[in-house]
């Protein structure tokens, strides 16, 4: 029965956040409409802190671990997660939709036919290139998410559920990103849209692969939710926050806080709706 919730609610978060993501884009002729990709990263962030401090790792530390190497664990989880990062594996990329600054210079110097071949043919290569890091990158980190999940799934349901509405929360606007950079390197959007649910597939694995790992050490559970909430953290607060430290106006900081407290109210009521049922 675990294993069934695990495997659905992976295939929900990774292969749905796509179809979430490419259908708020369709919504808006392509491109995600007015300032929702902004609101969608406050809803995430609100969405993964309140799931890291509020659930998993109480839970970790209602186990028998102790606090101080509880303690050890998040902290070398963010150090984990920091290191991915750097190596290209964990960054989720919402800017991927910003135009290069190089095709500026191209645009400006347009006059001059063979370095316009050359730039051009550059271009190119620089975005079919970049498809495949993101397709790389995407998969390392769908197959994070679901070991993730399917720990949190192995301590209790409705801490499973809870994680995976996170997960699909903040990787929305991440398969924009994702989904923009192949439609530029690639005639064909059908196939980009294939080739990231094929990433988010990956999710899926991640969990199949977490149910086995983690029942293998059930001892070990406590440390891997505090490894989970790491993630949730060091994404929250290294990746979707930086990305909101703009200079808006009042009514826009408004809308902004308040979208991520719609986060954190999002995952209160799942978790009151899974305890309930």
Same mark, same amino acid.
């Not at 990774?14 to 259908?23: D, F, M, Q």
């Not at 439609?183 to 196939?191: M, W």
């Not at 080739?195 to 694995?205: E, H, I, R, Y």
């Given at each position: 029965?675990?294993?069934?919730?695990?495997i659905?609610?992976t295939?929900?978060a990774?292969?749905?956040?796509? /179809?979430?993501?490419?259908?708020l884009?369709?919504l808006?002729?392509?491109r995600?409409?007015?300032?929702m990709?902004?609101?969608?990263?406050?809803?995430?962030?609100?969405?993964?802190?309140?799931?890291?401090?509020?659930?998993?790792?109480?839970?970790?530390?209602?186990?028998?671990?102790?606090?101080?190497?509880?303690?050890?664990?998040?902290?070398?989880?963010?150090?984990?997660?920091?290191?991915?990062?750097?190596?290209?594996? /964990?960054?989720?990329g919402?800017?991927?939709?910003?135009?290069?600054?190089?095709?500026?210079?191209?645009?400006?110097?347009?006059?001059?036919?063979?370095?316009?071949?050359?730039?051009?043919?550059?271009?190119h290569?620089?975005?079919?290139?970049?498809? /495949?890091?993101?397709?790389?990158?995407?998969?390392?980190?769908?197959?994070?998410?679901?070991?993730?999940?399917?720990?949190?799934?192995?301590?209790?349901?409705?801490?499973?559920?809870?994680?995976?509405? #996170?997960?699909?929360?903040?990787?929305?606007?991440?398969?924009m990103g994702?989904?923009?950079?192949?439609?530029?390197?690639?005639?064909?959007?059908?196939?980009?849209l294939i080739?990231?649910?094929?990433?988010?597939?990956?999710?899926?694995?991640g969990?199949?692969?977490?149910y086995?790992?983690?029942?293998?050490?059930?001892?070990?559970?406590?440390?891997?939710?505090?490894?989970? #909430?790491?993630?949730?953290?060091?994404?929250?607060?290294?990746?979707?926050?930086?990305?909101?430290?703009?200079?808006l106006?009042?009514?826009e900081t408004?809308?902004?806080?308040? /979208?991520l407290?719609?986060?954190?109210?999002?995952?209160?009521?799942?978790?009151?709706?899974?305890?309930?049922?």
């Open positions: 029965m675990t294993l069934v919730a695990i659905l609610a295939l929900a990774g292969i749905g956040s796509v /179809w979430v993501a490419a259908l884009m369709g808006g002729g392509n995600a409409p007015g300032m990709p902004q609101r969608l990263l406050s809803l995430a962030a609100g969405a993964l802190l309140a799931t890291a401090f509020m659930h998993l790792l109480p839970e970790a530390f209602e186990s028998e671990a102790g606090a101080h190497d509880l303690f050890v664990t998040l902290l070398v989880g963010l150090v984990f997660f920091f290191l991915l990062s750097k190596a290209e594996l /964990w960054h989720h919402h800017e991927h939709g910003a135009p290069p600054a190089h095709e500026h210079d191209h645009h400006e110097h347009h006059d001059h036919q063979g370095h316009a071949h050359d730039h051009s043919h550059d271009h290569h620089g975005h079919r290139h970049g498809g /495949w890091a993101v397709l790389t990158g995407d998969s390392v980190h769908c197959f994070g998410d679901g070991v993730l999940i399917a720990s949190a799934f192995m301590a209790d349901m409705r801490l499973g559920l809870i994680a995976a509405v #996170s997960v699909l929360a903040h990787e929305v606007p991440h398969h994702d989904i923009v950079v192949l439609r530029q390197s690639s005639s064909n959007r059908r196939v980009a080739k990231v649910s094929m990433a988010g597939a990956v999710t899926t694995l969990g199949i692969g977490g086995f790992l983690v029942g293998q050490l059930q001892e070990l559970l406590p440390y891997f939710l505090a490894v989970a #909430s790491s993630s949730f953290i060091y994404v929250a607060l290294a990746d979707l926050i930086p990305q909101l430290q703009k200079r106006s009042a009514r408004v809308a902004q806080v308040g /979208w407290m719609l986060g954190i109210v999002l995952v209160t009521v799942v978790s009151r709706a899974a305890h309930a049922h």
